[in-house]
């Protein structure tokens, strides 16, 4: 596991919502996500658990700096940078498993 940190971007099952985090720790972080630990929470209001770009990062400062870049931009970027990462818009949760 990443050291520092990471940004990530989670989807619904039908990519209408997303959300942007940041976190020191991806894998624990979409496990949250996934079994809904926060049930207030926008991600589990909105069923955004599938996981579907991430960037690590050495520390966490620039892991912050660039979740507030991605969440300063346009659907369409945010868009634009998943599908740089996968067209598919699979769910790349197994890939952090192994990460």
């Given at each position: ?34 079994q809904?630990?926060?049930?207030k929470?926008?991600?589990a ?16 400062e620039?892991?912050i ?15 634009a ?19």
């Amino acid at each position: 596991m990443v050291k520092g940190g990471a940004i990530y971007i989670m989807a619904n099952k039908s990519h209408s919502t997303l959300y942007t985090g940041v976190t020191s720790d991806l894998y624990s972080r979409v496990v949250e996500h996934k079994q809904k630990i926060h049930p207030k929470s926008f991600t589990a209001k909105y069923n955004c658990n599938k996981l579907v770009y991430f960037e690590s990062f050495h520390d966490i400062e620039e892991a912050i700096a660039r979740e507030k870049q991605i969440k300063g931009g346009s659907r369409a970027k945010k868009i634009a940078l998943i599908e740089s990462m996968n067209p598919e818009w699979n769910d790349l949760f197994e890939k952090v498993k192994e990460w």
